[in-house]
């Protein structure tokens, strides 16, 4: 690849006056597009909402149609388009997950050779580069199984389209097909995810604005085809124009000022975690009007009413996700835009040498993410999750295979539905007979239109417990949680219609006629016009709002009712929730009891998790040594995260044998524990 133009050149952007031809710029390029692909493949992960889609993925390829729970139509994921790309490569590969990271790889490196190739020059591609490579978000989550790296790929491929139209001038056969391809992009673009039209939204407009009458509409809808189609597409199998999840999150209940303030957070968190991806938000679109002219500020503001908007929804509890699209927007345009108003530096090789010395300055950021939470209820998800996939099987397909196979074989359950919120790796390795029932209701379309709990005391106390921090907050973003009407828990275990207050009796039959009537049924599409059409009524929200709010209630009245239903599952969830109540002996009861059911004396793979509960419900019911075995045992699986490890030391400390913990960790180095190495190598904790 040259990164020397010809000369200068009329663009969409203006006339480039300033062009810098230094061969070491252009081959200090190429060094920071590999240097990027390192790391992103270095450090990658994925996060447990993508297994959410991964578990759609799984029911399509197996022939069961895009559904959450079998035989109910739920879109449970945000991002179609993302979704069938990861469907289409695992019909070749055979693994979901490894799919997934292969996807994300290539789209990530294929943007930056996007955003390098429509630079304005060299100094230009080392600019956008550099930002990339400085920005913690990008690289957390250029993998993550979400949509990102593909939002990313596409985003470039839009800055990039623009000037094309500009440069059509007055040509009605090259005019529209420049403006098709931006109204494509657009298309794909809102099919990744919705909200994305918001962010391209002034780009297209400033083409439009290019043309004159009606030469604009033809090719505007040619390119908008795509998404026109799937909505169509949505409307007809799922019954409703947005997915589940859009329904589950937005409008749930909480104050709007306390969304709001929600909002704020997610905006400082930024700026504590990750300055760089924030200023260039905030600050960008300006220095690309000075760099650019008019045009470029307002492609790069569309960063503006988007960030206003994830104000506007409280943010994300994943630092920095939602923060990586209006990044990548502003440092394209910022790369294609830079010198060609003439006001501009010229860009000599300490450019990239600043770039690379800042980037190395951020290598912390890459190897060693945080796993705190703040008290805002948001966390570094790859510093939670990153761990749970080894870098051996994120490069073999079979080994990942496999595993996921031994996994969904040891999640087999005797109960018939399982309640939980952290659905997404549960979710997928789930025996497909048996229903999950999501209390944040992301796959529950019947949940998603009841209002959510004013104070989750299961996310209280996970912030206490799992996080050591007390959260300002009783809901987390996104994740609202519902109370479960009386009977909703045996009518999801059973299939019928078991719920005793009138009126969601009622709702719950039109949701089903919805997601489970035939598709083309008169009933049903009277029953969707309703849905669609319906606001809450005094009568449903009053209902939902007389639900108990503990789970032990639900759990409690399905039991007695129908005992049949009482497997593994249940005693697991009986167990995390006594744990959260600090009901220690009662904890320890319902963790051995679990153990015994799903796993008769048999340690499988995924049974960490199990051992971690009973070694930490032992330790404070006054077991110390007891509980060591269990929690040894949860790591000895060979999966469990880190916060395992530090109830490990605690129990050790609890005994006085810090030489023990010593021990145990360089001995788990020694074995390639990469966790136990990570702990050994970190600076002693300040007294």
């Known amino acids: 690849m040259s990164m020397e133009p010809q000369g200068p050149r009329t663009t969409g952007w203006g006339v480039a006056r300033v062009r810098v031809t230094?061969?070491?710029?252009?081959?200090?390029?190429?060094?920071?597009?590999?240097?990027?692909?390192?790391?992103?493949?270095?450090?990658?992960?994925?996060s447990d909402d993508a297994f959410i889609t991964f578990r759609t993925i799984r029911h399509f390829l197996e022939g069961r149609g895009l559904v959450w729970n079998p035989g109910e139509r739920?879109?449970?994921?945000?991002?179609?388009?993302?979704?069938?790309?990861?469907?289409?490569?695992a019909f070749v590969t055979g693994s979901i997950p490894t799919t997934a990271l292969l996807l994300s790889w290539g789209a990530s490196v294929a943007a930056a050779w996007g955003l390098a190739r429509q630079a304005s020059g060299s100094g230009g591609a080392v600019l956008g580069l550099g930002l990339l490579l400085l920005s913690s978000s990008f690289l957390a989550f250029s993998t993550s199984g979400l949509e990102n790296p593909l939002s990313h790929l596409l985003l470039v491929a839009f800055v990039a389209s623009i000037p094309g139209v500009g440069a059509a001038g007055s040509a009605d056969g090259a005019y529209t097909r420049a403006v098709g391809r931006v109204a494509l992009l657009t298309a794909l673009l809102a099919l990744t995810r919705m909200d994305l039209g918001?962010?391209?939204?002034?780009?297209?407009?400033?083409?439009?604005?290019?043309?004159?009458?009606?030469?604009?509409?033809?090719?505007?809808?040619?390119?908008?085809?795509?998404?026109?189609?799937?909505?169509?597409?949505?409307?007809?199998?799922?019954?409703?124009?947005?997915?589940?999840?859009?329904?589950?999150k937005l409008g749930a209940g909480p104050p709007r000022a306390e969304v709001l303030a929600q909002g704020l957070d997610y905006v400082l968190d930024l700026a504590r975690r990750d300055p760089v991806t924030l200023a260039v938000v905030g600050l960008g679109p300006i220095v690309a009007g000075w760099a650019g002219g008019?045009?470029?500020?307002?492609?790069?503001?569309?960063?503006?009413?988007?960030?206003?908007?994830?104000?506007?929804?409280?943010?994300?509890?994943?630092?920095?996700?939602?923060?990586?699209?209006?990044?990548?927007?502003?440092?394209?345009?910022?790369?294609?835009?830079?010198?060609?108003?003439?006001?501009?530096?010229?860009?000599?090789?300490?450019?990239?040498?600043?770039?690379?010395?800042?980037?190395?300055?951020?290598?912390?950021?890459?190897?060693?993410?945080?796993?705190?939470?703040?008290?805002?209820?948001?966390?570094?998800?790859?510093?939670?999750?990153?761990?749970?996939?080894?870098?051996?099987?994120?490069?073999?397909?079979?080994?990942?295979?496999?595993?996921?196979?031994a996994v969904r074989m040891a999640e087999s359950d005797?109960?018939?539905?399982?309640?939980?919120?952290?659905?997404?790796?549960?979710?997928?390795?789930?025996?497909?007979a048996m229903p999950i029932l999501d209390y944040h209701a992301l796959g529950d379309p019947f949940l998603a239109r009841l209002p959510a709990i004013s104070r989750d005391s299961l996310f209280t106390d996970?912030?206490?417990?799992?996080?050591?921090?007390?959260?300002?907050?009783?809901?987390?973003?996104?994740h609202f949680r519902r109370a479960l009407p009386a009977g909703y828990l045996a009518s999801v275990a059973t299939g019928r219609n078991l719920l005793e207050d009138p009126a969601l009796a009622a709702l719950l039959d039109t949701v089903r006629q919805v997601t489970r009537g035939p598709l083309f049924s008169g009933d049903r599409w009277r029953a969707i016009l309703r849905l669609n059409g319906m606001r809450g009524s005094a009568d449903v929200l009053g209902a939902a709002a007389q639900a108990p709010a503990s789970l032990d209630e639900s759990f409690a009245a399905l039991v007695a009712s129908h005992p049949e239903l009482a497997g593994s599952g249940m005693a697991r969830q009986a167990c995390r929730l006594r744990i959260l109540q600090h009901r220690w002996d009662e904890a320890v009861s319902a963790c051995r009891l679990s153990l015994r059911i799903r796993h008769e004396g048999v340690e499988v793979a995924d049974a960490w998790g199990q051992f971690n509960d009973l070694g930490y419900a032992l330790f404070h019911?006054?077991?110390?040594?007891?509980?060591?075995?269990?929690?040894?045992?949860?790591?000895?699986?060979?999966?469990?995260?880190?916060?395992?490890?530090?109830?490990?030391?605690k129990v050790y400390e609890a005994l006085d044998d810090r030489e023990g913990y010593q021990a145990w960790l360089t001995e788990r180095a020694?074995?390639?524990?990469?966790?136990?190495?990570?702990?050994?190598?970190?600076?002693?904790?300040?007294p």
């Open 198 to 248: 918001l962010l391209v939204l002034p780009g297209l407009i400033l083409v439009l604005g290019w043309g004159r009458g009606w030469r604009r509409v033809g090719p505007v809808l040619a390119g908008l085809a795509p998404l026109m189609a799937w909505e169509a597409f949505s409307i007809v199998y799922y019954g409703f124009p947005f997915p589940n999840t859009a329904y589950a």
């Open 294 to 405: 008019r045009r470029a500020f307002l492609v790069a503001a569309g960063a503006w009413p988007y960030a206003a908007y994830l104000v506007w929804i409280g943010g994300d509890f994943m630092t920095g996700r939602l923060w990586t699209p209006p990044f990548v927007l502003v440092v394209a345009v910022l790369a294609g835009a830079w010198g060609t108003s003439g006001r501009s530096l010229r860009a000599p090789a300490w450019v990239g040498a600043v770039a690379l010395v800042a980037g190395m300055a951020a290598l912390p950021h890459w190897t060693r993410p945080s796993t705190r939470m703040c008290p805002a209820g948001i966390i570094d998800e790859r510093g939670f999750y990153g761990s749970a996939f080894r870098h051996h099987e994120r490069l073999d397909a079979r080994a990942l295979a496999e595993r996921d196979a």
């Open 462 to 478: 996970f912030c206490r417990i799992e996080g050591d921090v007390e959260c300002r907050r009783g809901w987390r973003p996104g």
């Open 22 to 46: 230094h061969e070491r710029l252009s081959t200090l390029a190429l060094v920071l597009i590999g240097l990027l692909g390192i790391v992103v493949v270095w450090q990658s992960w994925l």
């Open 670 to 686: 020694e074995l390639g524990d990469r966790t136990a190495r990570s702990l050994l190598e970190a600076p002693p904790a300040t």
């Open 621 to 649: 019911s006054g077991a110390p040594e007891e509980a060591r075995r269990m929690l040894l045992r949860a790591v000895e699986t060979g999966e469990a995260l880190p916060f395992v490890y530090q109830h490990v030391r």
């Open 74 to 89: 739920v879109q449970a994921y945000t991002h179609p388009l993302w979704m069938l790309l990861v469907s289409a490569g």
């Open 414 to 432: 005797p109960g018939k539905v399982l309640v939980i919120g952290a659905v997404g790796r549960v979710g997928f390795h789930r025996d497909d």
